[in-house]
């Protein structure tokens, strides 16, 4: 089986990497950004092209999902599976005779950060048995964590992800302004943030919620409001309202 991945952003960098790893056939990972192929292709020593896409048995697209569709029609073999590595598209998003199917990684990727590959859930979907046992064996190969998903489920899981890492990061940042404000190192936040996302491994997140919200601590969100202003503000006071109606305070 040879494999051919499209892309040259975060999630075709580390998807190259892992089946680079785990011996998995990757004979070419192509795109439009040529600087960043040339790195991945340097780094992890496989064939690119901006201009010729290699004749392979699967195809897996990593772009964005607004340029899925568009990247799909590149693929002019019939006699192929394409797969794309979106949570909230439908397989049948991709524009070609071929077969179609998805190979979702449920994990946020950052080019200057290692992961531990074997940890990636992955969900796969495909038209038919024989495509999906294929999908099963080489995500098997890089993953423990293995699984067919249909498209309505998978919508859901990467609306999940994205409370659980999107939401969450984009507080980290707001955070940091705040203490970036007051010439605090955020560094002396690093314990509480590791801690918190420690304890949810044991215990269930609604139980580990602590704060002044959750006491209805009147005074101290009082307080806090009179410090913050503009979207920080209104961050604060919808956070606080969901916790509170969550524990009906």
Not at 77 to 104: M, N, Q, W
Not at 208 to 233: M, W, Y
Request: with cysteine; hydrophobic share 35%.
């Amino acid at each position: 089986m040879q494999i051919v991945i499209i892309g040259s952003g975060n999630v075709a960098y580390h998807m190259a990497k892992a089946f680079v790893l785990n011996k998995i056939p990757l004979i070419q990972i192509f795109g439009r950004n040529e600087k960043e192929l040339h790195k991945i292709s340097d780094e992890l020593k496989i064939s690119y092209s901006t201009e010729k896409l290699e004749d392979a048995d699967l195809y897996i697209i990593c772009v964005s999902d607004n340029s899925v569709e568009n990247v799909s029609k590149i693929i002019t073999k019939k006699d192929c599976l394409v797969a794309h590595t979106s949570g909230s598209l439908p397989k049948e998003i991709l524009v070609g005779e071929y077969r179609k199917s998805s190979f979702y990684p449920l994990q946020t990727f950052s080019r200057s950060k290692e992961l531990e590959y074997e940890k990636i859930p992955f969900f796969i979907e495909a038209e038919n048995e024989k495509d999906k046992n294929l999908l099963f064996e080489v995500a098997s190969k890089i993953s423990k964590n293995v699984m067919e998903s249909t498209h309505e489920k998978r919508k859901y899981i990467h609306l999940t992800a994205v409370f659980a890492c999107n939401f969450v990061n984009h507080l980290f940042s707001r955070a940091k302004e705040i203490s970036d404000s007051q010439e605090i190192p955020f560094d002396y936040f690093l314990p509480l943030i590791d801690e918190t996302v420690q304890k949810i491994h044991k215990i269930e997140p609604k139980s580990a919620q602590t704060g002044p919200a959750v006491r209805n601590d009147i005074r101290v969100l009082e307080l806090h409001e009179q410090l913050l202003k503009d979207e920080s503000l209104e961050i604060y006071k919808t956070m606080n309202h969901s916790i509170q109606k969550m524990y009906e305070l």
